[in-house]
């Protein structure tokens, strides 16, 4: 399945059924908005929420949009992708929360093809997984390799907390296995590697060292659940000018190197080879 690039360095979250914050949600900053039809969403609410997120894909024109749906084998799943699947408005992505196994995305795939081909959509609407259960960490390689409409596997904090029996102040260092199985995974994969939100809506201390670890981990990008956390999450996961010009010093080095049939350089003291250029080529695809 072929497609253009999409940065998710910033991934704004916001109830799908609130017109006047998915209006506020379109004109942000955010790399990607996703209407959520989930957690945000009382069970008593969720045809009118479905209802109100329809309409507007109908008519939006923003780059970046995806919706989460309920999980496989809840009520309302089915009709949800069917709703966000519909021809007009923007090229879309659908988030699968709760994701446990092959299986479930496999589902999301069929019913998929079955919904473009009855109404006539003619861009195909990618797959992001969302892991939150122990089920769905331990099966994480096969997950990523489960359908061709994936684009980013996503690390939720809260349900796979609850899941695993994890007290909500363990730490940020209690999540480092966790983060580097949904990172390696993802990059075995070629598909994106997206660190879950923050679960507060402020941006002080935690929240920074949270943004900040992702970051330097290698994730490509991080979920906020209110806009004031869009811009401190966009400059950490936006390369510096500095970052760039070294990116591409390494490469036209290692280049001219390996026109002279060399194999490695020295670049500021340190010795450039084809490892640490895999690393400058993804610092330049960020920028």
Not at 89 to 97: F, L
Not at 264 to 287: C, K, N, P
């Amino acid at each position: 399945m072929t497609g253009t690039y999409l940065a998710r360095r910033c991934c704004l979250s916001v109830p799908g059924g609130d017109e006047r914050k998915i209006e506020r949600a379109g004109v942000s900053d955010a790399d990607e908005i996703v209407l959520d039809l989930e957690d945000s969403v009382p069970p008593g609410a969720k045809e009118d929420a479905r209802a109100v997120v329809a309409k507007w894909l109908a008519s939006a024109s923003r780059p970046g949009v995806a919706i989460r749906v309920n999980a496989p084998r809840t009520p309302w799943c089915h009709e949800d992708i069917v709703a966000c699947a519909q021809p007009g408005g923007p090229d879309r992505s659908i988030v699968v929360p709760k994701v446990e196994s092959a299986g479930d995305l496999a589902f999301v795939d069929r019913l998929l093809d079955g919904v473009e081909r009855a109404s006539g959509r003619e861009t195909p609407v990618t797959v992001q997984a969302l892991i939150e259960t122990a089920s769905g960490l331990a099966n994480l390689a096969e997950i990523v390799t489960a359908s061709p409409r994936l684009r980013a596997v996503i690390l939720g904090y809260a349900d796979l907390g609850a899941s695993l029996g994890r007290s909500a102040d363990a730490g940020l260092d209690t999540w480092l296995p966790a983060q580097h199985s949904v990172l390696v995974a993802a990059r075995g994969a070629g598909i994106a590697a997206i660190d879950g939100p923050y679960l507060a809506v402020d941006t002080g201390a935690e929240f920074a060292a949270g943004v900040e670890r992702a970051a330097r981990l290698g994730f490509d990008g991080k979920w906020a659940i209110h806009p004031r956390q869009i811009a401190p999450i966009l400059t950490m996961f936006t390369p510096t000018s500095d970052e760039i010009a070294y990116a591409q010093r390494v490469l036209d080095a290692l280049d001219e190197a390996h026109g002279r049939g060399v194999g490695a350089i020295s670049v500021d003291g340190q010795m450039i080879d084809e490892a640490v250029a895999v690393s400058a080529r993804r610092t330049l695809a960020r920028a």
